[in-house]
């Protein structure tokens, strides 16, 4: 397979019951086209939680670096501005970091936003002053906090040193823009979508670390793809009563 290359140089029928039990509680990032399990060089098989981490990071900076160098040119605020332009550049870090860390495990991931993230993209562009500002801070910042969770279980349960040290450095990149972003102080806190925590009883952190203590069998990309579809719901009608009530 040929390297992929960063977005900024070009602008298995059977699934482990604990694996899928961690994509239903981190499947909030949205819908991941392209999605493959792929065989690193060692031989030892990404499990679905690894390829949610690479392909989640992929697709946040497919869109994510757009929304940026759009805010730094057009948002009316100078703290808009400079925010998107800071977004946008770190983006270009973290989106060569998940590459580099995709061709070294020979993953298949995104090369392209999906639909819903251009129809965002589109949004921005037809929208202008305050009203782009707030839709910018309101996409990225819910956005954000979709992948935050994510990025926290699989780096606290994958075997696969290079996905751990991946998890590392998104998790600096994701906290610090969700703190840039808040300090706007145009995040709409009691609207933000809510918590995906395990209901009382159940140790969602243990069944998070089981979807690695078996054998690593592959994940069918069509059952991923309904996993995200179903929970795209959520998070989708939270996001759109929020920029409605704007």
């Known amino acids: 397979m040929a390297p992929l290359r960063s977005a900024r140089r070009r602008s298995g029928n059977r699934t482990h019951r604990a694996a899928m039990l961690l994509i239903a509680v981190i499947a909030g990032v949205g819908v991941l086209p392209g999605v493959a399990v792929a065989a690193p060089a060692g031989g030892q098989q990404l499990n679905a939680a690894d390829m949610t981490l690479l392909n989640g990071v992929r697709l946040a900076g497919l869109w994510e670096m757009p929304a940026g160098q759009m805010a730094a040119e057009k948002g009316q605020s100078a703290k808009v501005r400079e925010i998107g332009a800071g977004i946008a550049n770190e983006h270009q870090k973290l989106d060569q970091l998940v ?5 070294k495990l020979g993953a298949t991931i995104p090369s392209e936003p999906t639909a819903e993230q251009k129809g965002w993209l589109s949004e ?16 990225l910042r819910v ?3 979709k992948i935050f969770p994510v990025i926290g279980a699989v780096r606290a349960s994958t075997r696969d040193a290079t996905v751990r040290k991946l998890c590392d450095d998104a998790n600096s990149f994701v906290l610090h823009h969700m703190q840039m972003l ?18 009382p009883g159940n140790d969602g952190l243990l069944a998070a670390a089981a979807a690695n203590t078996g054998p690593q069998v592959g994940v069918s990309s069509t059952v991923v793809w309904l996993v995200f579809l179903a929970a795209l719901g959520t998070g989708g009608i939270a996001t759109y009563r929020m920029l409605r009530r704007s």
């Open 143 to 145: 956005a954000h906090g």
């Open 124 to 139: 921005m562009q037809k929208a202008s002053g305050a009203r782009f500002d707030q839709i910018f801070v309101t996409r």
């Open 99 to 103: 590459v580099d860390a995709a061709n």
């Open 182 to 199: 808040e300090s706007t102080n145009l995040v709409r806190w009691p609207e933000l979508p809510p918590a995906a925590l395990p209901a």
